[in-house]
């Protein structure tokens, strides 16, 4: 089925995979002897069909083999619906008041390989590499702004917010001050000189939750 070339099997590799290096990378190498599809989440050995010092993420039925669940064989492994049906029939995704935009699209492949990653949840990229191929990172954090919040500086977006939704604005894993107290300790700020008269402000009134600088109104 796959053929015995090389260029044989880093065609069928290159249907199937996004991403996959050009035959004369030297990083990875094709092994004639193997055409085993490693464990999902296992690092890649050199007895699999890539081999590289790297750990890779697989779609659970590509590491058990039932391409057919997704691909028409007996049409050139045409996808049987479009991803924004086919995804669902397996990843029931629970309706949020607040639904991140390709979620609500259905567009899943914005964000995730259908096939697998080096990420883990199988992400084309992480933390805010991925989220700023949409949202801009001069508005989350501006070349101005005197200071960053840690997340936001590390780039740890999902420290705050849900990537698929939320009960909350802007997908917050928490309302406002219940998120900040996660990291911020509550006692020691509603005591401190400058916040005893604070009584029951909501933290955003008074910090901007991206670069936590002071607002001014």
């Known amino acids: 089925?796959?053929?015995?070339?090389?260029?044989?099997?880093?065609?069928?590799?290159?249907?199937?995979?996004?991403e996959v290096p050009s035959m004369d990378s030297a990083k990875y190498s094709v092994r004639a002897d193997s055409l085993a599809i490693p464990a999902l989440t296992a690092e890649i050995h050199s007895d699999s069909l890539l081999v590289a010092n790297s750990t890779w993420f697989f779609h659970p039925l590509l590491n058990k083999k039932?391409?057919?669940s997704c691909h028409d064989i007996t049409a050139s492994f045409r996808l049987f619906q479009e991803p924004e049906n086919l995804c669902v029939?397996?990843?029931?995704?629970?309706?949020?008041?607040?639904?991140?935009?390709?979620?609500?699209?259905?567009?899943?492949?914005?964000?995730?390989?259908?096939?697998?990653?080096?990420?883990?949840?199988?992400?084309?990229?992480?933390?805010?590499?991925?989220?700023?191929?949409?949202?801009?990172?001069?508005?989350?954090?501006?070349?101005?702004?005197?200071s960053l919040h840690t997340p936001v500086a590390s780039g740890d977006c999902i420290e705050c917010h849900n990537p698929h939704g939320s009960e909350n604005p802007q997908m917050l894993l928490a309302v406002a001050d219940e998120l900040c107290f996660k990291c911020h300790n509550k006692e020691k700020i509603k005591t401190s000189e400058t916040h005893t008269d604070i009584g029951e402000t909501k933290c955003d009134e008074c910090h901007n939750p991206h670069t936590g600088i002071i607002r001014v109104f």
């Open 89 to 146: 029939n397996c990843h029931n995704q629970a309706k949020a008041a607040v639904v991140h935009a390709p979620v609500e699209e259905g567009a899943c492949g914005e964000c995730h390989a259908p096939h697998g990653s080096k990420n883990a949840h199988m992400l084309i990229e992480t933390g805010a590499e991925l989220c700023f191929q949409c949202h801009d990172d001069e508005e989350v954090k501006p070349v101005a702004a005197s």
């Open 66 to 68: 039932e391409c057919m």
């Open 1 to 18: 089925m796959f053929g015995c070339s090389r260029t044989a099997r880093h065609r069928v590799l290159t249907f199937f995979f996004d």
